[in-house]
């Protein structure tokens, strides 16, 4: 079947750094992908709609300046968190539609210290 | 604003009795429901879906109700198994099959042999 695949699963960096996060879909192609995160004991949030050469849809309240989403080819979308801070401590994941199902990535858990 | 409310953190069954998570929207134009399956450190799985057109579907051991006058569904497995244990979301959808989910907090489930 579809399969999302994301790198890496853990990250852990220092206050005021960047970070990317990959989405990769792995044997379809996919426009769109999405990018969701999960604080602890709460749902998964929709941050964005990564669209596939242009420019991602950020949902209310977040902030594109902070969260940089590129998604230059069919299979890869990126997630930055810049300048990173300890509240974006979280649980992100991607997803995307593929044969008619919606696909998650493993998800990437990243701690800012 | 939670669209889509588990207000269930958490259930415990015994192995070999049914399953039943609860999940209820307050949007009335969401016209597609779906639960996901997530263990630790892993993005969710798709488990099943329904149409608002529908009140039941059934797959296997997994069936899930809809009771849009209520807008209210469930997720009923019978027989549960120790491999069900794992955290349910529930997400709805605006448009029939649309990309965009709205998830809700999610239920931890425990299945007891």
């Known amino acids: 079947g579809a399969v999302v695949s994301q790198h890496p699963s853990r990250v852990i960096c220092k206050s005021g750094t960047s970070v990317k996060i990959e989405c990769r879909s792995l044997?379809?192609?996919?426009?769109?992908m999405f990018w969701y995160r999960q604080f602890p004991k709460q749902s998964l949030m929709l941050m964005a709609t990564?669209?596939?050469?242009?420019?991602?849809?950020?949902e209310q309240g977040v902030e594109k300046d902070k969260f940089l989403i590129n998604h230059a080819s069919l299979t890869l979308s990126t997630l930055t968190v810049t300048s990173a801070h300890p509240e974006d401590s979280s649980f992100y994941i991607c997803?995307?539609?593929?044969?008619?199902?919606?696909?998650f990535g493993e998800g990437s858990r990243l701690t800012v210290l | 604003d939670q669209q889509v409310k588990q207000n269930s953190p958490s259930l415990s069954v015994q192995e070999g009795r049914i399953s039943i998570l609860n999940c209820d929207y307050t949007?009335?134009?969401?016209?597609?429901f779906l639960w996901y399956k997530k263990y630790p450190a892993e993005g969710p799985t798709f488990l099943i879906s329904?149409?608002?057109?529908?009140d039941k579907n059934e797959d296997g051991r997994f069936t899930v109700f809809l009771n849009k006058s209520a807008k209210h569904l469930s997720l009923h497995i019978v027989p549960s198994q120790p491999g069900d244990s794992a955290v349910y979301f529930c997400?709805?959808?605006?448009?029939?099959?649309?990309?965009?989910?709205?998830f809700g907090q999610g239920t931890r489930l425990t299945i007891n042999p």
């Open positions: 997803s995307a539609w593929g044969a008619g199902e919606l696909f």
């Open positions: 044997d379809f192609q996919a426009t769109t």
């Open positions: 990564s669209n596939e050469g242009s420019k991602a849809t950020y």
């Open positions: 949007n009335s134009m969401f016209d597609y």
């Open positions: 329904i149409s608002s057109i529908k």
């Open positions: 997400a709805a959808s605006y448009n029939q099959g649309a990309q965009k989910l709205v």
